[in-house]
C-alpha cells in the first residue's frame, strides 16, 4: 500500500494514528471498506495487527537475536551434560611424614601445601593436590597434563564424575608437550571425541570443565577462543616448558582444571587446558587437540609415546649469542658437542649422520619455518612422525643448502 501525497501531509501534521483513522475513514466512504474493515472490527485483526500491516515493527531483530541466544543456551546445557561424565578428577597423595624425615623440619618438597612449622605431618596418605583429565578409551585410558603426573614418588587416584574412586598408574609422559596419559582398571568407560583444533577460529565458543582449585569437581566455565598459535613458557617450581601453538581463550580455567578439556559447543574436544596467566584476568591457554591425537595413538597402539628424532646436540641461536660468537645468523640452531666425552655433536648411527650434518652446522628452518624464539626445534619436529622425510635449510661452511632427512624413533 503506498501513501499518496496528501497523506504524507496528514502524516506530517497529525500522526501515524490519525492517518490510519483517516483511512479507515475514506475507505467506509468510498463504499469499499467491506472486506477490511469487516476483519478489523469483527475481531480477526486487532489494532497493534493493524499498525503492522501499515508497517513492519521493529521487533523482529530482537525475536531472532532472543532465539539464538535460547538455541546456544540450550546448546551448552545438552552439551555439558554429554561431555561431563567422561572427565574425572586426578587426586595426587603421598605421605608426607617419610618426606618430614628425610629433608628436616623446616624443608619440604610441596612449597606450602601445609605449614612448615616444627611439627611432624600426621603418618599416612595425604591429598597434597589434585588436577583434571578426560576418558579417550573405554578401558581406562586418561588424558591429562604431564605436569599434573609428573611425580614418581606419590599416588594418583581417579575420580570419576559418578564418584568411584580407582587408582591410576602413569603410562607415559611427553618430553615435548604438557601431555600426560593415566590407566585406571574399568571398562565400558564413557569417552570424549576429538575435534579439528585446526578449524578453530577466534571468537567461537567453547567451554572448559575441570576440577576448580582441586575441590569442586567437574566446574564448567564457557567463553570464546580469543587467540590462536600463542607460544608461551609455562612452569612453577623452578621448572619451565616452551609451548608453541597453544589456543587462549578467555573461559576461566582456575588452578586444578589443568589437564581437563576444552570442547566445541558440538561437544569435540579442542585442546587441553593447561596454563593461566596470573597478570591477567581470564587467559588461559589450551593444547591443541591435534598435537595430541598422534600421542594417544602411539601409546594406544605401543604403550610408549614415540617422538622422531634427527639425533643432534645443539643451542638455539640468540641475537646475543650471535653478536659474542660473530655468528653469520642470529636464529636457528647450532650444532655443538656437550661438555662431557660421550656428549657428541652428532649421534652415531643417527639420521643427522645419515644426512651429513655435522658439528657447527647452523639449522636455520624446518620445511620452511624459521627456527626462532617462537618456532623451536623441538617444536616443530614434535608435529612430525616417525617415518616422516622433512627438509632443513643448513648453514655449512659458509654455504646455504636444503638437506632432507627420514625421522627415525628417540631411543630414550
Not at 328 to 341: A, E, H, N, R, S
Request: charged share 20%; net charge negative; glycine share 12%.
Amino acid at each position: 500500500m503506498f501513501e499518496s501525497k496528501h497523506e504524507k501531509e496528514l502524516s506530517k501534521h497529525y500522526g501515524r494514528e490519525t492517518l490510519i483513522l483517516c483511512i479507515l475513514v475514506s475507505l467506509i466512504v468510498g463504499g469499499i471498506s467491506g472486506g477490511l474493515v469487516g476483519s478489523v472490527l469483527g475481531g480477526s485483526m486487532k489494532y497493534s495487527s493493524l499498525l503492522s500491516f501499515f508497517e513492519p515493527t521493529g521487533n523482529q531483530s530482537a525475536e531472532s537475536t532472543q532465539t539464538v541466544k535460547a538455541q546456544e543456551e540450550s546448546q551448552t546445557i545438552d552439551t555439558v551434560k554429554k561431555v561431563s561424565p567422561a572427565v574425572v578428577s586426578i587426586v595426587i597423595s603421598a605421605d608426607l611424614s617419610k618426606y618430614y624425615q628425610r629433608t628436616g623440619p623446616n624443608i619440604f618438597p610441596f612449597g606450602d601445601i601445609f605449614d612448615s612449622g616444627t611439627a611432624s605431618p600426621q603418618s599416612g596418605k595425604q591429598t597434597i593436590g589434585g588436577g583434571s583429565g578426560f576418558i579417550v578409551s573405554a578401558d581406562g585410558m586418561i588424558l591429562t597434563n604431564k605436569h599434573v603426573v609428573d611425580r614418581d614418588d606419590v599416588d594418583y587416584t581417579v575420580v570419576t564424575s559418578d564418584g568411584k574412586q580407582y587408582p591410576a598408574i602413569v603410562l607415559a609422559r611427553d618430553p615435548s608437550n604438557d601431555i600426560g596419559i593415566v590407566k585406571i582398571e574399568a571398562t565400558n568407560l564413557p569417552t570424549l571425541e576429538f575435534g579439528d583444533s585446526d578449524s578453530v577460529q577466534i571468537g567461537q565458543t567453547v567451554i572448559a570443565i575441570g576440577y576448580s582449585l582441586a575441590q569442586y569437581q567437574n566446574t564448567v566455565t564457557k567463553g570464546v577462543v580469543s587467540g590462536l598459535a600463542r607460544n608461551i613458557t609455562a612452569g612453577s617450581s623452578g621448572s619451565a616448558e616452551r609451548l608453541e601453538g597453544v589456543i587462549q581463550t578467555d573461559a576461566a580455567i582456575n588452578q586444578g582444571n589443568s589437564g581437563g578439556p576444552l570442547v566445541s559447543l558440538e561437544g569435540l574436544v579442542v585442546g587441553i587446558n593447561t596454563a593461566i596467566d596470573q597478570q591477567g584476568q581470564l587467559i588461559g591457554f589450551s593444547i591443541p587437540i591435534n598435537v595430541v591425537k598422534p600421542v594417544v595413538e602411539s601409546v594406544k597402539k605401543t604403550g610408549k609415546i614415540i617422538r622422531p628424532f634427527i639425533g643432534i646436540r645443539y643451542i638455539p641461536i640468540t641475537k646475543g649469542l650471535a653478536e659474542a660468537n660473530k655468528l653469520p645468523f642470529d636464529y636457528g640452531v647450532q650444532i655443538l658437542k656437550g661438555t662431557g666425552p660421550t656428549d657428541t655433536a652428532v649421534v652415531a648411527g643417527s639420521p643427522a649422520e645419515k644426512a651429513g650434518l655435522k658439528e657447527g652446522d647452523i639449522i636455520l628452518e624446518l620445511n620452511g619455518v624459521k627456527l626462532d624464539g617462537d618456532h623451536s626445534l623441538v617444536g616443530q619436529l614434535s608435529k612430525h612422525n616417525v617415518g616422516d622425510e622433512i627438509t632443513l635449510k643448513v648453514s655449512s661452511g659458509g654455504q646455504l643448502k636444503d638437506v632432507k632427512i627420514k625421522l627415525e624413533e628417540r631411543k630414550e
